[in-house]
């Protein structure tokens, strides 16, 4: 048999998929592809299973699958309890051994790529019933390969570019970014002409517009740091456009909606769970509750994270700060039912003075349901609170387009368009903000498209981290850090200042480390700048 390894050791997870990413394990698993994959329905199975494996605790659905992306402005969490992992990423002291970061954001990250590899290795020689069919298997691995290579490079730099099975014993190389982009920029390129536009009752699964999708983001992301490759504004605004302009996606109106419903339709592409089936998301619910607040059953919240002050304190006065934001905590009265309303603020009343997020309290249970799918809770009372919930990761939703097309065509040409202007008003104005100034520069223009994808993406999946990483923004806020922070507190002084930690060269900051087990695997590697 051959053996199949890939930085770590790994058995392949089969399952089943029907309708979506079904969570029933096959009893093939252990057995090579050259073994099994003889029809498209077992080959189904391994196709499943590269979305599922990023889906769980140990990958992207808790959150440590975000881990070194509490340095950037919109993510803070506890000040002491057993939140180390994020703690040390937020004071910008993330060092080699951290586990989550090397548990969840690159084991957890790698196996979707051998996932991958592992569908694309034997397609050739499955017999489907068409050639659509073929190219649709392919399209989704091509897709789902490009997404984790994109996660993997903003986050560690230099990578090795596996793109199939490798023996036991190589220990292959890292290369350069250019060439990991290189990559990632020939897999969408084949996962855009490989899928179809959609797949009727199948939500979960990569289309057409998913690869457009992504490749606006990779384009942009390729025009700042450490690439720098400006030419490639025009082609990050041109896909975006295509999605734009393909009409199948809109705004949800409400914007908390988009936060208590399941690919709905500004949902472009999104992981999908289910509690019941044994697969539920837990980056949401008991996970972003203030530790002040328990439930009528008793549960208390667990505050994982939270946002920064200075961060909520800038935010627009909108609909969507509203919805964003918890600023009034729900405090039980000590042997009652009754609970009182405390400011977020109160150094009396409550334990570290941050703002939480109120998006992600919520499952997609029906208000009043005692399903435990996230915080179940009235105006008054907290009945419920749950660690778990069925919502979706939605890791790219349609707001994200008209935002890379507003700012992408503003650098590509001589300044904002109308079009441009168009775009990021559809996003202010179901903010509940005003039309965008008219009349701004280039530059300005692009800083006003920074400044709402912040606030529209808060907490979400390393959006705000990846544009502080791309435009160099880490010296600018750890200064407004700083002087936002409590000087009361003195956990909230030594974390905002940098002078207090070992990160002083800010330019180190940017990418994580490489994990301390994969570099003793690798003694030929060599370990990221500053770490």
């Given at each position: 048999?051959?053996?199949?390894?890939?930085?770590?050791?790994?058995?392949?997870?089969?399952?089943?998929?029907?309708?979506?990413?079904?969570?029933?394990?096959?009893?093939?698993?252990?057995?090579?592809?050259?073994?099994?994959?003889?029809?498209?329905?077992?080959?189904?199975?391994?196709?499943?299973?590269?979305?599922?494996?990023?889906?769980?605790?140990?990958?992207?659905?808790?959150?440590?699958?975000?881990?070194?992306?509490?340095?950037?402005?919109?993510?803070?969490?506890?000040?002491?309890?057993?939140?180390?992992?994020?703690?040390?990423?937020?004071?910008?002291?993330?060092?080699?051994?951290?586990?989550?970061m090397g548990n969840n954001q690159w084991r957890g990250t790698w196996k979707a790529?051998?996932?991958?590899?592992?569908?694309?290795?034997?397609?050739?020689?499955?017999?489907?019933?068409s050639e659509a069919d073929k190219n649709g298997a392919a399209g989704q691995a091509y897709f789902m390969r490009a997404l984790s290579y994109f996660y993997l490079v903003r986050t560690f730099g230099e990578l090795p570019v596996v793109t199939e099975s490798v023996d036991v014993d190589e220990r292959p190389g890292r290369q350069p970014v250019a060439e990991v982009y290189s990559l990632i920029l020939d897999d969408l390129d084949k996962a855009?002409?490989?899928l179809p536009e959609s797949w009727p009752g199948q939500p979960g699964k990569a289309n057409k517009y998913a690869a457009k999708a992504l490749l606006s983001d990779v384009y942009l992301t390729m025009t700042g740091w450490p690439l720098n490759q400006t030419n490639y504004y025009a082609q990050a605004a041109e896909k975006a456009n295509d999605v734009i302009q393909s009409g199948k996606y809109q705004l949800v109106p409400d914007y908390g909606d988009v936060f208590r419903t399941n690919n709905n339709s500004e949902a472009i592409f999104a992981l999908q769970y289910n509690t019941a089936g044994g697969l539920a998301r837990r980056s949401t619910?008991?996970?972003?509750?203030?530790?002040?607040?328990?439930?009528?059953?008793?549960?208390?919240?667990?505050?994982?994270?939270?946002?920064?002050?200075?961060?909520?304190?800038?935010?627009?006065?909108?609909?969507?700060?509203?919805?964003?934001?918890?600023?009034?905590?729900?405090?039980?009265?000590?042997?009652?039912?009754?609970?009182?309303?405390?400011?977020?603020?109160?150094?009396?009343?409550?334990?570290?003075?941050?703002?939480?997020?109120?998006?992600?309290?919520?499952?997609?249970?029906?208000?009043?349901?005692?399903?435990?799918?996230?915080l179940n809770e009235t105006e008054d009372q907290i009945i419920k609170m749950a660690p778990s919930t069925d919502k979706t990761l939605d890791i790219i939703r349609y707001p994200a387009m008209l935002l890379n097309y507003a700012e992408a065509s503003a650098m590509a040409g001589g300044g904002p368009t109308a079009a441009a202007y168009d775009a990021i008003n559809q996003v202010r104005t179901r903010a509940g903000l005003p039309d965008l100034t008219p009349g701004l520069s280039q530059t300005a223009f692009r800083d006003s498209v920074v400044f709402e994808r912040a606030y529209e993406f808060a907490g979400e999946m390393g959006i705000r981290w990846f544009d502080i990483v791309r435009l160099q923004l880490l010296p600018q806020i750890i200064a407004e850090r700083v002087k936002g922070a409590w000087q009361k507190d003195q956990y909230w002084e030594n974390e905002l200042n940098p002078t207090n930690t070992s990160a002083t060269n800010l330019s180190t900051r940017y990418i994580a480390p490489i994990p301390q087990s994969e570099m003793e695997r690798n003694p030929a590697w060599e370990q990221n700048p500053g770490y």
């Open positions: 048999m051959k053996l199949r390894y890939l930085l770590f050791t790994l058995l392949t997870l089969s399952v089943w998929l029907t309708g979506c990413q079904d969570l029933t394990e096959n009893p093939k698993a252990d057995l090579t592809p050259e073994t099994y994959y003889k029809t498209p329905q077992e080959l189904e199975g391994t196709i499943a299973a590269m979305y599922r494996v990023l889906c769980p605790d140990d990958a992207w659905g808790y959150i440590a699958g975000f881990a070194s992306y509490f340095g950037s402005d919109d993510l803070a969490t506890h000040p002491a309890s057993n939140k180390i992992d994020f703690r040390d990423f937020d004071r910008l002291q993330g060092d080699a051994g951290n586990g989550s790529i051998y996932q991958a590899n592992a569908v694309l290795s034997v397609v050739d020689g499955v017999k489907f019933p855009e002409r490989l619910g008991q996970f972003c509750l203030p530790q002040d607040e328990t439930s009528l059953a008793g549960e208390e919240g667990w505050h994982d994270f939270c946002t920064e002050i200075t961060f909520f304190r800038k935010a627009p006065k909108c609909k969507r700060t509203d919805e964003t934001f918890l600023t009034t905590l729900k405090i039980r009265k000590t042997g009652t039912d009754e609970f009182e309303k405390v400011a977020w603020d109160d150094f009396e009343k409550t334990s570290t003075q941050h703002p939480y997020f109120k998006k992600f309290r919520y499952g997609v249970a029906a208000p009043g349901s005692t399903a435990g799918d996230g």
